[in-house]
């Protein structure tokens, strides 16, 4: 038993003395192998996760400018819209300025009625307004065709085309349905596939000139500048007729036209070209920075008045209102027309959407 006991002991001796360093060695052996795998394994995990990392980063650095230039672009459209809500506030400000300004007699510091350009300081920008007298244009109601056919002739239509239009208006505002020599009346807007026909009654706004047959875009916004439905007079005031009417006029054949037209003008030949506008600091009054030719008014009373106003970022909006004043009363002025207006007094200035 001893021995069984000793060679038993040594075996298991022996054995684990095999085993062990077999089993160290296997160890070992697996411990190197799983060390490299694991080292190799290590880096890759470790180049992953860098990757992801450097990922992860320009993602939000992507999502971090597209949110920074996403929150300058509203900021710049909120300053945009404070700006322009600034310049529009400015503008009818020049308008209620020139209605009190159309309330005195030019001789009593009233304001002249002849496109003249006042200027003025205010609110932290500038005001320009100017007024046209509505008595110096041509009245698309009253105004005789031979005067129509002119005003077309002069923007470059032919006889014939001029000759249709101006039969045409006249065809659209008189109450009957017969039709003129090269107008159009109802079935001639039929035949033309529209939907309306003549109006059979006067112009309410010249804007309704866009419904006359033969009446183009490009056109309307050439000649509307020279027509009005607020005079009443079969010929324009020529002393506040606008420069559009007078170019037109003296284009036409003095000979066969002047004598239809009114005399009451002071108009002159050859004056000089109006000054440019004053770079002078403004006043907190508005003063003239471009002179008319007159200093006469029509008995119209109508006005149409263009302001525009610009904050000092170069926001401008431009108004333009038709009024008419009479001074009397409660209601001393009333407001035929509010719309915006073309930029006629800050040309070039930046436009804010
Ligand atoms: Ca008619």
Known sequence: MPALASAARVKIVLGYSTYLPLYGSRMNKASDQWQETYSVLSVGRNGIALVAVLWVLVLLSVMAAGLLRDTRVETNIARNLVENTKAEALADAGVYRAVLGLLAPVDQGGWRVDGTVYAWAYGGGEIRVSVQDEGGKIDLNKGQDALLRILFNSLGLDDQESAALADAIVDFRDPDDLRRLNGAEDADYALAGLAHEAKDAPFAAVEELHQVLGMTPALYDRVAPSLTVYSGLRSPHLATAP??????????????????????TT??????APPPPSTSPLSAEPEIIREGRTTARSRVNVYTIHAEGRMESGAVFAREAVVRVTGRGERPYRFHAWRQGRRLHFPGAEEVD
């Open 267 to 272: 108009v002159q030949e050859g004056e000089p």
């Open 243 to 264: 420069r559009a009417v007078l170019d037109f006029l003296s284009a036409a054949s003095a000979a066969a036209f002047g004598q239809e037209f009114s005399t009451d």
